[in-house]
């Protein structure tokens, strides 16, 4: 069965960096699109930043473009989210997903496979 962990969240002040980290495990995960999507207390979920199988297509929604990076260690199973320039409208619980073949959406109902988050607060 696949699982899907997420760590690295805390708190931050605004200004600073975090990296998330993702590992996953009961799948063949180089066959898989990644992503990160955030759900902000009171929100709906939102699509972060993804990362298609063969990694020829990344996509950043508006708000974190030029401050998120998202990469993947094929090697260790694992997805990463590197946070720069953190906004306290960044505070949310992050979710890394995964998606068999996935060519890198931004559509939740895309991806099989989600961890439980990790909550990320940035303070002003």
């Known amino acids: 069965q696949a699982h899907l962990v997420e760590s690295g969240g805390g708190l931050v002040q605004a200004g600073g960096s975090l990296r998330l980290s993702c590992a996953a495990s009961g799948l063949t995960f180089d066959s898989y699109g990644v992503a990160w999507f955030r759900q902000a207390p009171g929100e709906e979920r939102e699509f972060g930043a993804c990362l298609s199988w063969r990694q020829d297509n990344a996509g950043y929604t508006d708000s974190v473009k030029g401050r998120f990076t998202i990469s993947r260690d094929n090697a260790k199973n694992t997805v990463s989210l590197q946070m720069n320039r953190l906004k306290p409208e960044d505070t949310a619980v992050y979710y890394c997903?995964?998606?068999?073949?996935?060519?890198?959406?931004?559509?939740?109902?895309?991806?099989?496979?989600w961890g439980q988050g990790t909550q990320v607060t940035v303070s002003s």
């Open positions: 997903a995964a998606d068999e073949y996935g060519g890198g959406s931004w559509f939740g109902g895309a991806y099989e496979y």
